[in-house]
């Protein structure tokens, strides 16, 4: 508790004007407990001083700062009443484009002959499948065809293949037969 | 008594006309040099011996020489059968490749040949010929290209006298190829 009848803080931060400066220096240096509460705010000071200075980190932000407030579409979708509302409008409008923008159905008709539609159906079945099994008996006929071509063809080669070897086999046994004849004395 | 008299040398006659003239070349020598050549042929290469499809045969026509026939197979190579219905490519080439190889062996024999044979005719004239031929056999599905059917030699006895005797040279026997 000091008894200066200036404050000694101010007098420490330099606020004070040099009149009143001298005056609490005065006083400091008649009264003993001030003396020391000065000394003690002057040390202080200087332990204070001797911190090194830092900035304050960029991020740190309060709760009250702007950053945190929630946007209004934020607050929207936050706010259930709102959001129900809105929904009910969008539906309504749907409803509203949907019974615009509806292709007129078309009249529909009055009788309907099923027996001429089944009757047109199983002609129209009828006609495919005579249509596809001419194609598929056409495409056997070839196939047949083809095939017998090729085993004539194949039959032919045997056949020459095995004349051709017949008659070599001949001919050597032609030369042979002649060789023991020779060596019977035949000839 | 003229009668018996003509009948008789008409008769005389007939029978010189129809006595067979005696042979240049007798039917054994021809026989000796066809075995020969068939000899010759299976002894150019014992290993794998050229297969010999038609012996030798040879006829001597009066007034022109001597001529000799054969049929060869210049070799041996693989044969379709039942069990090897087709032959690959490369199997076909390298039979040609084989044969074509053989060829200059047989056309060598055949020069050969044909210089014996016009040393041991010694009754055909020289001024007559002496022909060789050999015919060579192939299957249908065999590559023949660059390989002859036929080799056909010839030249004067003479000329295959003096050939062998080293006078001239074998550019005097004539070569072609069928």
Redesign the interface.
């Known amino acids: 508790m000091s008894c200066s009848p200036l404050d000694l803080k101010d007098y420490l931060f330099g606020v004070l004007t040099e009149a009143e400066r001298r005056q609490v220096e005065e006083h400091a240096r008649g009264c003993q407990a001030c003396g020391e509460e000065l000394d003690r705010l002057r040390l202080t000071e200087a332990a204070l001083r001797s911190l090194p200075d830092e900035e304050p980190p960029r991020r740190i932000a309060f709760v009250s700062d702007k950053v945190f407030e929630p946007g209004w579409w934020q607050r929207f979708w936050q706010s259930g009443p709102r959001l129900g509302f809105a929904s009910a409008a969008l539906l309504s409008m749907a409803i509203l484009v949907h019974g615009f923008l509806r292709p007129v159905p078309a009249a529909a008709p009055m009788a309907t002959d099923t027996a001429a539609i089944e009757a047109r159906i199983g002609a129209a079945v009828v006609k495919a499948m005579t249509e596809s099994e001419a194609r598929q008996a056409l495409k056997l006929t070839q196939l047949v065809a083809d095939t017998e071509k090729r085993l004539q063809f194949d039959r032919q080669a045997d056949r020459v293949a095995f004349e051709e070897a017949f008659n070599y086999l001949q001919k050597k046994f032609n030369v042979m037969y002649t060789a023991s004849a020779d060596l019977g004395g035949s000839r | 008594m003229r009668h018996p008299v003509l009948t008789a040398l008409a008769l005389a006659a007939a029978l010189c006309g129809s006595a067979a003239v005696e042979p240049r070349v007798s039917r054994a020598t021809m ?1 000796a040099m066809e ?1 020969s050549f ?1 000899h010759r042929i299976r002894s150019i290469d014992v290993s794998d011996p050229f ?5 030798t045969r040879g006829v001597y026509l009066e007034g022109y020489g001597a001529v000799f026939t054969a ?1 060869v ?1 210049l070799a041996v190579g693989p ?3 039942p069990f090897r ?1 087709a032959l690959t490519k490369e199997q076909i080439a390298k039979l040609r490749q084989k044969k074509l190889a053989r060829l200059p062996l047989l056309k060598r024999q055949m020069k050969d040949a044909l210089g014996a044979l016009a040393a041991s005719l010694d009754t055909v004239p020289p001024s007559e010929q002496m022909v060789l031929g050999v015919s060579l ?1 192939y ?3 065999e590559e023949r290209a660059g390989l002859p059917g036929q080799i056909v030699m010839q030249a004067r006895r003479q000329a295959l006298l003096d050939v062998t005797s080293g006078r001239i040279r074998d550019a005097a026997i004539r070569e072609q190829e069928f």
Do not use: C, R, T, V
């Open positions: 026989a075995k068939d297969d010999l499809l038609g012996s049929e197979n044969a379709i059968s219905p056999d299957f249908s599905w």
